[in-house]
């Protein structure tokens, strides 16, 4: 009888699916998951991986990270953003677009810089949409992207017409729209207001951007959408109010979604005093009582999923923002804080379990953006995307051993207990212990699917 020798086994682990976790291992052939086993039940392996009772989680998949590439390559571009990603447990993103619109050819660009140079595999959500480009949407989705972003306020801002007619095309398509929900006409207001008092000072931009902009344009949108069978997906919401109409949405059996980012979970708005222009985002940070908020909407589900917006700007960016607040770009490094985060300030402290993190960073963001369950899922059949996770092991959050292009972090000496060790994509390890295995040019571009 002829036995079969797999590629890969993990073997001793503690698998951690949205339900459980129990004791087990993996065998990986060929790029796939062929048997999850305890160790006198695994085939025979080319190599095995010893995970000496560590958890394995499947790959996270970060549906909300901008990676700049091919434009802007100075900030990140995929061989950087997507080796911080790997180091950080991350095996997919949804690359999201943001200073400028993307359509077919824009991602059949992506499409092919991305297979030369990342390291992970990716996806991409298409946008802005206008009313000029709704025409587009056929020819995106048969490329394979199913998702399309949206914004209730500049700079790229659509009128509640655009918006119905767009929500009418996306739903046609089973897609789904990824929203930024702020108000323009209360951001346009607070902005004014506090520019003609001349304030540029960094809490000026917090105050400028307040609460009621992400409930009124969260509002305006779920009572938008309810007249078709669009499904919502509301980007970094940050507030409670968001949350509660999340909640009520839901509960009405709505088909919305939503995510937060780490940063909103983790400093409020008077981190800005000390960290200036480097905590400059959009939204911006909130209240104790809005992170409190937010933890809870995540442990109940009300926010489906944490991804990290990760947009960095280079350190001669930010720095501009100490005298002028207004002129320093909006957003933070955070692929590679995304999971240890999230196990030091979730886990550990009880806010969230295991099986919660395997939700919302693996599972939920699979379903939600349609890659399920080639992705966010440890069974037969799937891709062996596998997190090796040392619950044990402790770090202090420094730029220097980060692997992002602008070097510096709003997380710089962050205590944290608990971080991947190792980052397998496809049956590929990529990363251990910090260390990179692969070359870009391992990651593919995977279709959504219907
Ligand atoms: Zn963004």
């Known amino acids: 009888m002829e036995t079969t020798v797999v590629d890969t ?3 001793n682990g503690k698998i951690v699916t949205p339900y459980q976790v129990v004791e087990a291992g993996i065998a990986v052939d060929n790029g796939k998951i062929v048997n999850i086993a305890k160790s006198p039940s695994l085939p025979k392996a080319e190599k095995t991986i010893d995970a000496e ?5 499947p790959g996270v998949i970060d549906a909300h990270p901008h990676i700049f590439d091919p434009d802007y390559t100075y900030r990140e571009d995929f061989a950087t953003g997507t080796t911080a990603a790997a180091a950080g447990g991350i095996t997919t993103i949804i690359d999201m677009p943001l200073r400028k619109p993307v359509f077919s050819s824009l991602i059949r660009e992506k499409i092919r810089v991305g297979e030369k140079n990342s390291l992970i595999d990716f996806s991409f959500h298409s946008g802005m949409m206008a009313n000029e480009n709704i ?3 056929p020819a995106v989705v048969k490329l394979g992207v199913k998702s399309f972003k949206v914004f209730t306020c500049a700079p790229f801002k659509v009128e ?8 009418k095309t996306v739903a046609k398509y089973s897609g789904v729209l990824v929203v930024h929900a702020e108000s323009e006409d209360v951001v346009y207001e607070g902005t004014n207001k ?3 008092q001349g304030r540029k000072d960094p809490m000026a931009y917090v105050e400028s951007r307040p609460d009621a902009a992400e409930h009124k344009a969260v509002n305006k949108v779920i009572t938008l959408a309810k007249q078709f069978d669009i499904h919502i997906h509301i980007a970094h919401m940050t507030t409670r109010q968001g949350v509660e109409l999340l909640d009520r949405a839901k509960a009405s059996r709505q088909k919305v979604t939503a995510e937060t980012c780490p ?8 981190d800005i005093k000390k960290l200036g222009p480097y905590l400059k985002m959009t939204p911006p940070l909130r209240s104790k009582n809005d992170v409190l908020f937010l933890w ?4 109940l589900g009300i926010i489906d999923i944490v991804a990290t917006d990760h947009a960095p700007g280079t350190r001669e960016e930010k720095e501009v923002g100490w005298k002028d607040i207004w002129r320093a770009p909006g957003g933070i490094p955070g692929v590679e804080t995304l999971l240890p985060l999230m196990i030091s300030e979730g886990v550990n402290r009880g806010l969230i379990s295991l099986q919660d993190l395997c939700r919302m960073l693996c599972e939920r963001p699979a379903k939600i953006f349609h890659l399920y369950p080639r992705k966010g899922v440890l069974q037969l059949g799937s891709d062996a995307d596998i997190v090796i996770i040392d619950p044990e092991k402790k770090t202090v959050i420094s730029a220097d051993k980060l692997h992002y292009k602008v070097g510096w972090t709003p997380y710089e000496g962050m205590k944290l207990k608990g971080y991947p060790i190792l980052t397998m994509v496809r049956g590929k390890v990529i990363a251990s212990h910090g260390e990179i295995g692969e070359r870009p040019g391992h990651g593919k571009f995977i279709e959504m699917m219907s």
């Open 160 to 167: 509640d017409e655009t918006l119905v007619k767009v929500m």
């Open 296 to 299: 809870q909407g995540l442990k």
């Open 135 to 137: 025409t587009e949407i």
């Open 9 to 11: 086994v993990i073997k």
């Open 53 to 57: 009772g560590k958890l394995l989680l």
């Open 263 to 270: 940063h909103y979970l983790i400093f409020t708005k008077n």
């Open 194 to 196: 506090l520019k003609e």
